[in-house]
C-alpha cells in the first residue's frame, strides 16, 4: 500500500532554514506528481509546493523565492527546502501523491489523493 512518511520539522527562529523530506513506498515513485500542503491551526489546508513526474514545479505565491521542492527518484524521496522562514510559515506541513499516473499536479487538493501523517514546523519571531 501507498505510504508516505514526512520527517525533518522542528522550531527554528525567524530566517531559518529547514529541510523537509517524505520518504514514499509501495508504488513507482516516478510515475507520479508529489506536492507539499501545509495547515495551520484553525485554517484550511494550503498547497505549497508541487513537482510533476516531468520534473516541473509549482510554488504558492507566499513561498516563491524562499522555498523549493525537489525529489531524488533513487531514493523514492521527496523534498522541501525552506530558507528565510517566517512565522507565518508555522503549520503542519503534509506530503501527499498525485491520483493519476503522469498526472500534472498543481497546488490542488483535489489532485492528489494520498498523504502523508504530516511534520511540524514552528517558526518563533
Known amino acids: 500500500q501507498v505510504q508516505l512518511v514526512e520527517s525533518g520539522g522542528g522550531s527554528v527562529q525567524a530566517g531559518g532554514s529547514l529541510r523537509l523530506s517524505c520518504a514514499a513506498s509501495g508504488y513507482t515513485y516516478s510515475s507520479y506528481c508529489m506536492g507539499w500542503f501545509r495547515q495551520a491551526p484553525g485554517k484550511e489546508r494550503e498547497g505549497v509546493a508541487a513537482?510533476?513526474?516531468?520534473?516541473?514545479?509549482s510554488y504558492a505565491d507566499s513561498v516563491k523565492g524562499r522555498f523549493t521542492i525537489s525529489q531524488d527518484n533513487a531514493k523514492n524521496t521527496l523534498y522541501l527546502e525552506m530558507n528565510t522562514l517566517k512565522p507565518e510559515d508555522t503549520a503542519m506541513y503534509f506530503c501527499a501523491r498525485g491520483k493519476t499516473v503522469y498526472g500534472s499536479c498543481r497546488l490542488n487538493l483535489a489532485d492528489f489523493g494520498y498523504w502523508g501523517q504530516g511534520t511540524q514546523v514552528t517558526v518563533s519571531s
Open positions: 513537482i510533476d513526474s516531468d520534473g516541473t514545479t
